[in-house]
């Protein structure tokens, strides 16, 4: 739910659904929140969590979501545990195709998530082994004033995000870049994610901030360990291209969307029906 003052359950306007009602103390945060809801108000995908009003008073910031029950996907993993751990390959692949789903809609619109992360991909009901899962807290996100349907990506200067899953364009202790990035970050924290589903580890964590920065910036990943025994080659090519530190080489959303893991050998027809069963057709 992110950085929020408290939460609670309520109905509105007689409706069957069941939303969070937020409420945030005006200051420094609120201004995320105001960011993260104002954005979310216009977006309305299945893999993305549905925010339905904002209302705002001289001293607090209130805001009406969907209710996402089953928690973030960084429990989900760590399952009552205080230690990640990996899932199947088919249940990584299905998450990792809606939060792709969820990026290639933000980015068609102009809108880069930059913080996306374990903590920030909701389950939007009980867990199951193929979860139907929400992108959440756009706190901060960055919205370009034009359309990316046919032209490159904006540039974008603030160093914002999270150690762990951010780019090495993103050097988080500068406060801005000169070079700039590209919605490619969020590509590459969706390679982290994917990481993390298939083998339980996350590839460049350490004790201190440092020392993921250094290993951040040599970018270097193991996919010959022993967690990567039995993953399939297309899953290993899906997270190096998701992972090249070379911007020009690493994937976009297209790429992630046509590469082979997604759609080799009929997956995605099954991805596909799977998609429909679980997501568009409760």
């Not at 929020?4 to 509105?12: E, G, K, N, P």
């Not at 069941?18 to 420094?28: A, F, H, I, R």
């Not at 929400?134 to 034009?146: H, N, R, T, W």
Request: contains cysteine.
């Amino acid at each position: 739910m992110g950085n929020y003052q408290y939460v609670s359950r309520l109905w509105l306007d007689g409706n069957s659904k069941t939303y969070w009602k937020g409420n945030l103390w005006q200051g420094e945060c609120a201004d995320s929140v105001s960011t993260n809801s104002s954005i979310l108000c216009k977006l309305d995908h299945p893999n993305i969590i549905k925010v339905y009003g904002l209302h705002e008073n001289y001293k607090e910031t209130y805001f009406y979501q969907d209710l996402a029950i089953g928690g973030d996907l960084f429990s989900y993993l760590c399952n009552g545990t205080d230690t990640l751990h990996p899932i199947r390959e088919p249940g990584a692949l299905f998450i990792v195709f809606q939060v792709a789903m969820a990026l290639e809609y933000i980015h068609s619109m102009g809108i880069t998530h930059r913080d996306l992360k374990l903590d920030n991909v909701l389950i939007k009901d009980v867990p199951s082994r193929y979860p139907h899962i929400v992108l959440a807290d756009f706190g901060a996100a960055q919205e370009s004033s034009f359309p990316k349907l046919s032209r490159p990506a904006d540039r974008m200067y603030t160093m914002i995000g999270t150690a762990e899953y951010a780019a090495p364009e993103i050097k988080l202790g500068l406060d801005r870049s000169q070079k700039g990035y590209t919605n490619k970050v969020d590509i590459w924290s969706l390679g982290i994610i994917a990481h993390i589903l298939l083998s339980g580890i996350s590839p460049f964590h350490d004790e201190t901030t440092e020392k993921v920065f250094q290993k951040v910036q040599k970018a270097h990943i193991d996919l010959e360990i022993k967690q990567w025994r039995h993953i399939s080659v297309e899953a290993k090519l899906f997270v190096k291209g998701c992972l090249r530190p070379r911007v020009s080489q690493r994937f976009d959303i297209h790429d992630c969307m046509r590469s082979q893991w997604i759609n080799q050998k009929g997956r995605r027809k099954l991805l596909d029906n799977c998609y429909s069963a679980v997501v568009t057709n409760k």
